[in-house]
């Protein structure tokens, strides 16, 4: 069964950066599309970014310009680099491809 595992949470500082990896079980050529997501407490989860086997990539306004997404695939893992975190950008960030969904990792913005 294929799995997705995220990695690279934690605590960050407003204007810092934070660096967000999903490593699947098997190539990510396998997936044509591969996303990230976000679910801060009390909110619904919400769409951050994708990215196509083709290398084209995609951004919800909020972290257009700030949240650059790319894939690896000689590690079979997809990257989200976190820039200038803000206040608004604390949840737990998922990683997906298709109906398969990663067990999250939680980033934390403070000073």
């Known amino acids: 069964q294929v799995q997705l595992v995220e990695s690279g949470g934690g605590l960050a500082k407003p204007g810092g950066t934070l660096t967000l990896g999903c490593r699947a079980s098997?190539?990510?050529?396998?997936?044509?599309?591969m996303a990230w997501y976000r679910q801060a407490p009390g909110a619904e989860r919400t769409w951050v970014a994708r990215?196509?086997?083709?290398?084209?990539?995609y951004y919800a306004d909020s972290v257009e310009d700030r949240f650059p997404i790319r894939r690896a695939y000689n590690e079979n893992k997809m990257y989200l680099q976190m820039d200038s975190l803000t206040p608004e950008d604390p949840a737990v960030y998922y990683c997906?491809?298709?109906?398969?969904w990663g067990q999250g990792t939680q980033v934390i913005v403070s000073s």
């Open positions: 997906k491809t298709g109906r398969l």
């Open positions: 098997e190539s990510i050529f396998n997936f044509p599309v």
């Open positions: 990215i196509t086997t083709g290398g084209n990539s």
